[in-house]
């Protein structure tokens, strides 16, 4: 089992570096997987409407807005915070 924070542990840690369409889920409670996702080497880049760096949680958010909404998004270096915060 591999450990991702104080309260959760995995079977399988999937290293990747881009952000995929679709994420695989596993049903099988026995075998539970983590996605870590290294952007450093993107080159996109990812600041919010401040210039500020975005979150992973931000970046994944934006991704999944563009795949729901992709006609508001001509120009791939666009990200938009689907939210209210």
Same mark, same amino acid.
């Given at each position: 089992?591999?450990?991702?924070?104080?309260?959760?542990?995995?079977?399988?840690?999937?290293?990747?570096?881009?952000?995929?369409?679709?994420?695989?889920?596993?049903?099988?409670?026995?075998?539970?997987?983590?996605? =870590?996702?290294?952007? @450093?080497?993107?080159?996109? /880049?990812?600041? !919010?409407?401040?210039?500020?760096?975005?979150?992973?949680?931000?970046?994944?958010?934006?991704?999944?807005?563009?795949?729901?909404?992709?006609? =508001?998004?001509?120009? @791939?270096?666009?990200?938009? /915070?689907?939210? !209210?915060?």
């Amino acid at each position: 089992m591999i450990k991702i924070n104080c309260q959760q542990w995995v079977h399988e840690l999937v290293q990747t570096t881009e952000l995929h369409k679709n994420w695989p889920v596993s049903t099988d409670p026995n075998r539970t997987v983590a996605y =870590l996702v290294d952007l @450093t080497g993107s080159k996109n /880049i990812y600041l !919010d409407g401040k210039g500020q760096q975005m979150l992973m949680s931000a970046i994944i958010q934006d991704a999944v807005c563009k795949l729901l909404f992709p006609a =508001l998004f001509l120009d @791939t270096n666009i990200f938009l /915070i689907c939210s !209210d915060d």
